[in-house]
């Protein structure tokens, strides 16, 4: 049915708060990135309008840091579309700040809490494999 895959991952050791906030935020990321994936507005029984969703589902997959940094490396590989979170990002209160934090990171041992990935079904297949789906 679609030609391309959305992935989120949460990492598997966070607060329920935490998963739902980063996995909210990542879903954000790939609306932004891909504004060609959003869907029409809906439209209830009396005529009222609402906002668009995206036109694809999205797969939520949990993972450990090991797991979140090696799909994070695999879809940087794959030129994929790469939406990032790390843990410094949750004691920001603002999008610079955000930004900030993830500047400071090293670049080699990202401390990720989620990665959105979006691209090709095989590639993002690949950027996943071994990846347990969220429960």
């Keep these: 049915m679609f030609d391309s895959k959305i992935a989120l991952i949460v990492r598997d050791d966070l607060a329920v708060w935490q998963r739902l906030n980063v996995a909210a935020f990542l879903a954000s990321g790939i609306a932004y990135a891909t504004p060609e ?19 694809q589902p999205m797969l939520v997959f949990a993972a450990d840091l ?4 090696s799909a994070h490396r695999k879809a940087l590989e794959r030129e994929l579309t790469l939406i990032p979170y790390v843990e410094a990002m949750f004691s920001t209160g603002h999008d610079e700040a955000n930004r900030q934090a ?34």
């Design 66 to 69: 090991s797991g979140l940094q």
């Design 102 to 135: 993830f500047l400071a990171e090293d670049t080699n041992n990202l401390n990720l809490v989620g990665v959105a990935i979006r691209g090709p079904k095989k590639a993002v297949d690949k950027a996943v494999k071994g990846l347990k789906m969220h429960s």
């Design 37 to 55: 994936m959003r869907g029409e507005p809906y439209i209830d029984a009396e005529g009222q309008r609402y906002g668009s969703m995206l036109g």
